[in-house]
C-alpha cells in the first residue's frame, strides 16, 4: 500500500530531480515515511524503508565523510536520500553524489520552493488513497460475495468468488482432510498445505496458519467450531494477504462455516459471522462489519455504543465456563443488541440502555452456574470501540464475587490507590524494598526523601539528621535496591512500594 520510491521522485507537484537511481530494483521500493535530519548520524532516529531529507548542513564543517554517512544509511535500510538545495549548498555535494553511486542508494534533490512537509505529506497521502482503496474493494468483493452465498450451490459459488477477487486459488479441505472444493497443485506447496490441513483437523481448535515456499504463500483457516471442525480454508499463491483481503477471507470463513453448519444448528454459524463483525467493529472498521452482517439481513446497533465483557467462574470445578455454555443466543437478546464470545469472554455491543438489560438478561440466566462478572465501558463512538473495550477488560478485571459488575467510571473514581491493596502489589513491592526491609532508618529516610520530591535539605530537617547523613543513607538505599534514584522511574517506583507496603497518605 506504500508509494515506491519511482512513485514519489514522479509526482509532479514535488519536481524532485533524480540523480542516482541507486541498486537494481531500488526505485521500486515501497516508502513508509520521509525523514527530515542534519545529524552528522541519523540513523538511530530512522526505519528502514524510510526516506532521509537532509539539507547538507553536517557537510559544512568538513568533518563528515560522505561514504561513511550513506553507507551508515544503506545499512539501515533507508529507501532513498533527498537533498535539499540552496539552502546550506548550491546543488548537491559531489561526494555525496559519489557515495551513493557507490552504494547504490537513490539520491534526489529537493528544489528550494518544496518544503520537505510537502514530500512527507505525499507519502501519506498516497498510503491513505490506497488505504481507501483497499477498503473499497473489500466492501465491494464481500457484497459480490454475499450474493453468490444465495445460489442454489452457496459453498461452491462463494469459493470461486473468493478465488476470482483475489485472484488465487483458493481449497476447501472438508473435515476427512479430502479436499472438497478446488484444487492443490502439484509442487510442493500443495502437498504442505493439505499436511497442514490434516494437523489443524487433527487439534481439534479453531485456528489458523501460513505457508511459504519459493515466493508463493498460502494461508489456512479453520471452519467450523471447536472439537467439532467443518473443514479447513486454505488461499494459495502470490504475496501474503493484506489487512483488506483477510477481512474478505475472514467473511468467507463465516459464511462457509454458516453453510456447513446448516442442518447442525445454523445459529452457531450465524454466531461466527457476528463474531467477526465484533471483531471488526472492534478493530475500528465499522462499515465493513456493517457489511458482514448484512450478510444475515442484519444490522449494526445505532447511536454511540457501549461495550460490556462478561465471565463465568463456575460454582463448582476449576476454570471458566465457555461462553458457548449457557450464555443467551442472539434471538434471545433484545433487538439492537450485538453479542458474541471471544478470547473466552462474551463481548456484549448496544446502545447503553440496551447494553445494561442485556447484562442483566445474561446474568440471570446463568447464575445458576456460577457467579458472573462484567466490566462496562462508557458510551462510545462506534469509531473508538477499541477504546470502549480496552474499559471494559479492565473493568472485568477488577471484578469479584462481591462486586460482580464494574463500570468504567467505577475506575475513574477509585484514582489508582485501590491497585495498591491488591495482592500482588504488595508481592512487587515487597521485592523492589526487600533489601532495605530490615532497617527503619533507611525506609523512614527513603519515604522523607520522596516527599520532599527528592530534595534533601527540607528532608533532613523533617527527619532531624544532617543533610549529608541523609545524603549517605540515600547512596545506600540506591546501591542496595539497584536503582537510581535521580531519575523519575526510579522514584516513582520507589514511592509506589512504600505506599503498597507502608499504605502511605496521599500528600
Do not use: K
Not at 137 to 162: K, Q, Y
Amino acid at each position: 500500500m506504500h508509494p515506491t520510491v519511482r512513485a514519489l521522485i514522479a509526482e509532479p507537484s514535488l519536481r524532485l530531480t533524480l540523480l542516482e537511481p541507486g541498486a537494481d530494483g531500488a526505485l521500486e521500493e515501497a516508502v513508509s515515511w520521509a525523514h527530515g535530519s542534519d545529524l552528522p548520524d541519523p540513523t538511530p532516529f530512522l526505519d528502514p524503508g524510510q526516506i532521509l531529507l537532509t539539507t547538507g548542513t553536517q557537510f559544512l564543517t568538513g568533518e563528515i565523510d560522505a561514504a561513511v554517512y550513506v553507507n551508515r544509511l544503506t545499512e539501515a535500510g533507508i529507501a532513498a536520500l533527498g537533498f535539499g538545495t540552496e539552502v546550506a549548498t548550491t546543488g548537491t555535494p559531489a561526494p555525496l553524489v559519489a557515495a551513493c553511486a557507490a552504494t547504490g542508494l537513490p539520491l534526489f534533490e529537493v528544489p528550494y520552493e518544496v518544503p520537505f512537509i510537502a514530500v512527507a505529506r505525499a507519502i501519506a497521502d498516497r498510503v491513505a488513497a490506497a488505504e481507501h482503496a483497499r477498503d473499497t474493494w473489500a466492501l465491494g468483493a464481500m457484497r459480490a460475495i454475499a450474493f453468490s452465498a444465495l445460489r442454489a450451490d452457496g459453498v461452491a459459488a462463494t469459493l470461486d468468488e473468493l478465488a476470482r477477487q483475489l485472484d488465487r486459488a483458493v481449497v476447501l479441505v472438508d473435515a476427512s482432510a479430502t479436499v472438497a472444493h478446488g484444487a492443490l497443485g502439484d509442487g510442493p506447496l500443495g502437498t504442505a498445505v493439505l499436511d497442514e490441513a490434516q494437523r489443524l483437523l487433527a487439534r481439534g481448535q479453531r485456528s489458523s496458519s501460513s505457508l511459504h515456499d519459493r515466493g508463493e504463500s498460502a494461508v489456512l483457516q479453520t471452519i467450523g467450531r471447536r472439537s467439532e471442525l467443518r473443514g479447513v480454508l486454505a488461499v494459495i499463491g502470490g504475496r501474503e494477504l493484506d489487512a483488506s483481503d483477510q477481512t474478505v477471507v475472514t467473511s468467507v470463513v463465516a459464511l462457509v462455516g454458516l453453510a456447513l453448519e446448516q442442518g447442525r444448528g445454523v445459529s452457531r454459524a450465524q454466531e461466527g459471522v457476528r463474531t467477526a463483525a465484533v471483531r471488526l467493529l472492534l478493530e475500528g472498521r465499522a462499515d465493513l462489519a456493517g457489511s458482514v452482517l448484512g450478510g444475515l439481513a442484519e444490522d449494526l446497533p445505532a447511536g454511540d455504543l457501549a461495550i460490556a465483557r462478561l465471565s463465568v467462574a463456575p460454582a463448582t470445578g476449576n476454570g471458566a465456563l465457555s461462553p458457548d455454555e449457557g450464555f443467551p443466543t442472539h434471538d434471545d437478546l433484545p433487538r439492537g443488541v450485538l453479542a458474541a464470545g471471544l478470547d473466552g469472554t462474551v463481548v456484549v455491543i448496544a446502545a447503553p440502555p440496551l447494553l445494561d438489560d442485556a447484562v442483566e438478561s445474561i446474568r440471570s440466566r446463568v447464575a445458576d452456574r456460577g457467579t458472573v462478572r462484567a466490566g462496562v465501558s462508557a458510551p462510545s463512538a462506534r469509531t473508538d470501540l477499541a477504546r470502549a473495550d480496552d474499559e471494559a477488560r479492565a473493568a472485568l478485571a477488577v471484578s469479584s464475587t462481591e462486586t460482580p459488575v464494574v463500570r468504567a467510571a467505577d475506575l475513574a473514581t477509585r484514582g489508582v490507590d485501590w491497585l495498591l491493596d491488591r495482592p500482588e502489589s504488595r508481592t512487587i513491592a515487597s521485592a523492589v524494598l526487600r533489601p532495605i526491609a530490615h532497617d527503619p532508618a533507611l525506609l523512614e529516610s527513603l519515604e522523607a526523601w520522596l516527599a520532599a520530591n527528592g530534595q534533601t535539605d527540607p528532608a533532613a530537617r523533617r527527619l532531624r539528621v544532617h543533610r549529608h547523613t541523609l545524603r549517605s543513607r540515600v547512596t545506600t538505599i540506591e546501591r542496595l535496591i539497584e536503582r537510581d534514584l535521580s531519575t523519575v522511574t526510579a522514584r516513582t517506583e520507589a514511592w509506589i512500594a512504600l505506599r503498597a507496603l507502608r499504605s502511605l497518605p496521599r500528600e
